[in-house]
């Protein structure tokens, strides 16, 4: 085979995966657009009637609501708890570095059906309410991926001498956190926040087999309207689609901006 | 001026269960620049973090000024440190960098803007305030870290091999500024270092430390002149260390006037040796070979064996027809120069 031809295979290889995985997404949107669109190519016309209905359908909004809220509370508990010791043991102890990447990956490895086994069995005596307990598991599961952005934010500057430089210059470690550590690690915050959240706001495992009809988020309701409303469930998709694409869009930005090569500057005499 | 502005009493030190300080003892003279000298892994930086208050777990006393500081944190003890890395805040201007410690102790802003301006002018950077710490040369951003120490008018500047990070030719020409400095604003600094001829240099006392022990404390002239032990005479200089058979072996029976002890360490300066010997002074000749040698500029440096097979080294000016290496030559070397290691007697 000659380089073009293999190229020209790859090439074909590469639209060919492009067009399965891309097909029924596209489709699922023209659908949530669509009239009706039964025994034809093409649907018979184009509204924004479904799209009316579910966001005035206030099924619709309270999952929103629930969703955005245990999005939005998983990621304040997962920041209070993580950007702390990540901090400490970036700047204090990096020998604990090696430990805290062995536990970061234990979410991998336990299924969600067991973890909420274990969860309900030791909690179920309790008078804690299982929402807590749903938002302190997804925090943990979302570990890996906070644990890995945050960490990266501390490589390439001296931090240690940071904050300890702060505090030699009279301020209270709290502040010296907040004024140094933070604004230069900034970045990789953000970065751990979105993926905590999209993963929170997301969640469907967990939530469904530990709260379920209780407590319906918007992933548990997307299910639900799947079995009874085609044309509403794909609305529904294409908004979740467009609001992942969104986040992805901003986390590329960030990244981008943020770990372009550092541009260092041209010693140049001064006097 | 007191006696012991900085006293060190009886410290020790243990990091995760070693012993890395024993038991040390030093005083450092206010108004005075003390360099803190050893080789790496000898504890400097470990008692330099201890007194600026970075590791409060230390046994012994530490006296600023006749205050007990130990048990203070480090934000509460009045002194500056300048780091090995600079410590530049990277969000922060230059400006804002040098003003960080004036704003934590809220002082007014006309007050603090007139301050940081003064450093900023006396470091050279003025025209550089609004830039940010990435923007800026090595030896620039050290003159920021040493300018936001000194702005804070603190009881005792602490700075951790703040020369090490740069080239040659700006570490020579920033050692004299901030020698400058210190003498200017009357500015007690401490100066850790592992550059001998930077300690050298700049210090009014010089410490050396090795095992996390004080070997010696003294002027520049005297650490290098009269090394106090075996340590010092192999640490200082590029000495010719003999043991005293080996000096009787050159032919020298006596050093200053006393008799060559064989069980004694001796040293002779590879400057010190003559090419012609003295009218007024004792001297010794030395007969052999010139093995190697090379040109430094001023100087020329010669390998020497002797007749007997001791190697030695030589330092001439640079002022004469450099020594044949082809036959023997004979050196002289007076005999009162020649130091016994561990003797007091200057």
């Known amino acids: 085979m000659t380089p073009k031809t293999s190229r020209r295979v790859a090439q074909a290889i590469i639209t060919f995966l492009f067009i399965y995985l891309a097909t029924p997404i596209v489709v699922t949107i023209i659908y949530s657009f669509s009239t009706t669109w039964v025994k034809s190519i093409v649907p018979s016309g184009l509204t924004l009637k479904w799209y009316g209905q579910l966001v005035t359908n206030p ?29 400490y043991a970036n700047v204090y102890s990096p020998s604990v570095k090696s430990h805290l990447r062995f536990i970061t990956v234990l979410p991998f490895t336990i299924p969600g059906i067991i973890l909420v086994t274990g ?17 302190l598991a997804i925090s943990l599961l979302s570990l890996p991926m906070t644990y890995q952005a945050l960490d990266n934010a501390f490589i390439g500057r001296d ?37 905590t959240f999209t993963s929170a706001f997301g969640e469907y495992v967990l939530t469904n087999l530990l709260l379920g009809g209780n407590f319906e988020t918007l992933k548990i309701y997307m299910f639900r309207l799947m079995q009874s409303n085609g044309q509403a469930s794909s609305v529904l998709t294409t908004i979740y689609f467009l609001f992942l694409a969104l986040i992805s869009l901003i986390l590329i930005i960030i990244m981008q901006r943020y770990s372009a090569p550092h541009k260092s500057p041209k010693e140049v005499p001064d006097h | 001026m007191p006696e012991a502005f900085l006293q060190i009493e009886d410290l020790g030190i243990n990091l995760s269960g070693n012993s890395i300080i024993n038991q040390m003892n030093f005083t450092i003279k206010k108004n005075t620049l003390t360099t803190f000298l050893g080789p790496s892994g000898s504890g400097k930086t470990t008692v330099l973090r201890a007194i600026a208050g970075l590791n409060t777990q230390v046994a012994g006393a530490i006296r600023l000024d006749g205050e007990e500081i130990h048990a203070l944190p480090a934000n509460q003890r009045n002194i500056g440190m300048v780091f090995q890395s600079y410590a530049l805040f990277p969000n922060m201007t230059i400006f804002d960098n040098v003003a960080y410690g004036l704003r934590v102790q809220k002082k007014p802003a ?16 003025a025209k ?18 040493i300018a936001r120490a000194m702005v804070l008018q603190p009881k005792l500047l602490l700075l951790d091999e703040p020369l090490s990070a740069l080239d040659a030719k700006i570490r020579v020409k920033l050692r004299e500024q901030i020698r400058k400095y210190q003498q200017k604003l009357g500015i007690t600094m401490l100066f850790v270092t592992h550059d001998q001829a930077e300690a050298m240099a700049i210090s009014d006392d010089i410490i050396v430390m090795n095992d996390g022990q004080v070997q010696q404390q003294g002027s520049p002239m005297d650490i290098y002149a009269n090394p106090a032990n075996l340590f010092m005479a192999q640490f200082i200089g590029n000495h010719n260390l003999l043991t005293g058979a080996e ?16 069980t004694a360490h ?24 010139i093995t190697s040698r090379a040109v430094l500029g001023d100087r020329i440096q010669y390998r020497f064996k002797s007749v007997a097979g001791l190697k030695l080294k030589v330092e001439l000016l640079n002022q004469e027809e450099p020594l044949p290496m082809d036959r023997d030559v004979t050196l002289y070397v007076q005999e009162r120069t020649i130091q016994k290691v561990g003797a007091t007697n200057a």
């Open chain 1, 119 to 135: 969860l309900i069995q030791l909690y179920a005596n309790l008078p804690i309410p299982k929402i807590l307990i749903l938002v």
């Open chain 1, 159 to 195: 931090f240690r001498a940071m904050f300890e430089q702060a505090l030699v210059l009279g301020d209270k470690p709290f502040t010296a956190f907040v004024k140094i550590i933070i604004p230069n690690i900034r970045a990789g915050i953000l970065v751990a926040m979105l993926l």
């Open chain 2, 266 to 289: 001796y040293i002779i300066r590879p400057e010190l040796f003559c090419p012609t010997a003295s009218t007024t002074e004792k001297s010794c000749p030395i007969t052999g070979k």
């Open chain 1, 59 to 87: 099924e619709f909004t309270t999952a929103l609501v629930r969703s955005l809220g245990l999005g939005l509370l998983t990621t304040v508990i997962a920041m209070i708890c993580f950007l702390p010791v990540v901090f």
């Open chain 2, 110 to 125: 006309a007050e603090i803007e007139q301050a940081v301006m003064e450093m900023l002018e006396t470091v050279s950077l």
């Open chain 2, 247 to 262: 000096l009787r072996q050159l032919g020298f029976q006596s050093a200053r006037g006393t008799a060559v002890d064989d």
């Open chain 2, 128 to 145: 550089k305030k609004d830039a940010y710490p990435d923007q800026l040369s090595g030896g620039q951003k050290q003159r920021v870290a």
